[in-house]
């Protein structure tokens, strides 16, 4: 749940970050967006919304910096799902970075993470001249 002020309540009573995404160009290699609080339904149409804008760039890569998510539910993922297929139509590749132990895990019990080009950091996802999947 969403207060006007930015910030979410748990039921805890503890505030979490909402998602801040942030952008930035490598030399005009990649265009990477790095994504920190947490992605979920709340967050869902800000997500798509700057994923569209990266692909409409049309970057020769596009990588997801996602070292900051402390939560991603299957709303992020669906948004990353569709974002690689938008890349793939473009003709450039979308590399995933950094994923934390809680995204990399609902990659893997969904089976995502063999449809993913993913790298342990940006720079790796940068540097990367091997084949893309997916």
């Known amino acids: 749940m969403s207060s006007r002020y930015g910030t979410r309540f748990a039921t805890t009573g503890a505030s979490a970050p909402v998602l801040r995404i942030t952008t930035t160009?490598?030399?005009?290699?990649a265009r990477?967006?790095?994504l920190d609080g947490e992605v979920d339904q709340d967050e869902r149409q800000r997500l798509e919304s700057a994923l569209r804008r990266a692909v409409a760039h049309r970057p020769?890569?596009?990588v997801v910096d996602l070292a900051g998510l402390t939560f991603c539910d299957s709303t992020g993922l669906n948004a990353l799902l569709k974002t690689r297929l938008a890349a793939r139509a473009a003709g450039f590749p979308l590399v995933l970075a950094a994923p934390t132990p809680q995204t990399?895990?609902?990659l893997e019990i969904t089976g995502t993470d063999e449809a993913f080009t993913i790298r342990d950091s940006v720079r790796a996802a940068l540097a990367d001249t091997a084949p893309h999947t997916g």
């Open 25 to 29: 160009t490598d030399s005009g290699t």
């Open 32 to 34: 990477i967006l790095h």
């Open 60 to 62: 020769p890569r596009l």
């Open 104 to 106: 990399r895990r609902l």
